[in-house]
């Protein structure tokens, strides 16, 4: 090999070491790297070189730091650009509050429970007949507006007789439901707090129980 | 598959069906070098602070129409890129104010005179600075993006042939500055 074809050979490598280095050559150019490295005594100096250019490079780039606060102007552009973020099709505001209450702590999700319910008893009253789209309410002789209750979302593969036949036994009635997610008021015919307790884990604790949310519950000695 | 995993594609393809979440992820993702590589390409933080916002609004808007040829990132490096240039032609040379020149790197010096103080990495490191816009962005693309040769061609839209011409024109000034100053590597 000649000195000219020598240097061409080197001029090359030189120029594809780069690429060696970042892991993108492939193929006949990335076994003639392999190779002169493998044989060329000058060959690991120059990747030596290579890999010093390549921590200068990152070193001048990283030197330059993007604004903390690209982000959240980022995102105004976005609705700027996009328009006002769409609500989910097909969630009623009924379901994206019983999602909240869910995510509650207990002491918190009753007295949320206790307000979505009373907005849930409202408007199915104002329905001539207490029925709606979304859900019904049993007949007022039953009061059951009055009796402590829970919130309950069944699993979707929850056979209707199973419940039916659980309610029954239990002397328990649904006051209102569902709502276009599943979601039913369940009374609970509970004299003192024990016994409502007792009663909503024994709802918890059945195979069709998805969720199920304590609600008003008996005041014991009043 | 959770957000840490998915790939790149699938935020693209999220975002073709108007999925903020993913373009905001994409943006994390990439912003950063968008943002360093217009800064390299005019010289201007301001500028690249604009632009790289732009480039992820473009994403939004052509997400639908891309087609996968190419890497993400590839892809807005060629956004970031052609977005640059047109901002660079518009406003031709009155772009750079004071602030801006203060951010440009000054070759008025002689590697000589700048390396008495430096050690080897900082000169380097100040000569890659000072290469010639187009040499310095083969130099970019390949070490620090770590795009492969057919990759910065479809970045800055030149032949394959030309990307290595330029690389090597590069490392070559790169080694002459480096001898200059008095540290010879053997090549050129």
């Known amino acids: 090999m000649s000195a000219a074809e020598k240097m061409s050979r080197r001029d090359e490598m030189e120029t594809l070491l780069p690429f060696y280095l970042n892991g993108s050559l492939e193929g006949a150019e990335l076994e003639a790297v392999e190779e002169w490295l493998a044989t060329d005594p000058a060959a690991m100096a120059a990747l030596g070189e290579a890999e010093a250019e390549f921590s200068g490079t990152a070193a001048a780039n990283e030197a330059i730091r993007p604004p903390a606060d690209a982000l959240s102007r980022f995102a105004k552009a976005l609705d700027a650009e996009a328009g006002p973020v769409r609500a989910p099709a097909g969630q009623s505001w009924l379901a994206k509050v019983f999602g909240r209450v869910t995510a509650m702590p207990a002491g918190v999700a009753w007295a949320a429970a206790a307000a979505l319910l009373a907005l849930v008893l409202v408007q199915s009253f104002e329905q001539p007949g207490g029925k709606g789209n979304d859900f019904e309410v049993a007949g007022a002789q039953d009061d059951l507006a009055k009796l402590p209750f829970a919130l309950v979302k069944f699993k979707p593969d929850a056979k209707v007789a199973d419940i039916a036949a659980f309610l029954g036994q239990n002397g328990l009635k649904i006051a209102g439901g569902p709502t276009a997610d599943g979601v039913f008021h369940l009374a609970i015919p509970a004299s003192t707090a024990a016994d409502y307790d007792r009663l909503v884990g024994l709802v918890a604790a059945q195979p069709f129980a998805d969720t199920v949310i304590q609600g008003r519950k008996p005041v014991d000695g009043g | ?188």
């Open chain 2, 1 to 188: 598959m959770n957000a840490a995993t998915e790939t790149d594609r699938t935020l693209v393809g999220r975002v073709a069906k108007g999925d903020r979440a993913a373009v905001r992820l994409l943006f994390m993702r990439h912003h950063a070098r968008i943002y360093r590589f217009v800064a390299r390409q005019t010289g201007s933080e301001m500028m690249a602070d604009d632009i790289a916002n732009e480039v992820f609004l473009e994403l939004w808007k052509q997400a639908p129409s891309f087609e996968g040829r190419s890497e993400v990132s590839t892809w807005l490096l060629g956004i970031a890129r052609f977005k640059a240039l047109s901002m660079l032609r518009k406003k031709k040379e009155d772009w750079i104010d004071d602030d801006d020149a203060a951010q440009v790197p000054d070759s008025a010096d002689t590697p000589e005179v700048v390396t008495m103080k430096e050690d080897k990495a900082a000169a380097l490191r100040r000569f890659v600075d000072a290469l010639p816009e187009e040499h310095r962005t083969v130099i970019d693309l390949a070490y620090y993006h770590g795009q492969s040769v057919t990759e910065i061609g479809e970045v800055l839209d030149i032949p394959v042939a030309t990307v290595k011409t330029r690389m090597f024109y590069a490392r070559k000034k790169l080694g002459e500055a480096l001898k200059a100053a008095g540290y010879d590597r053997g090549w050129p």
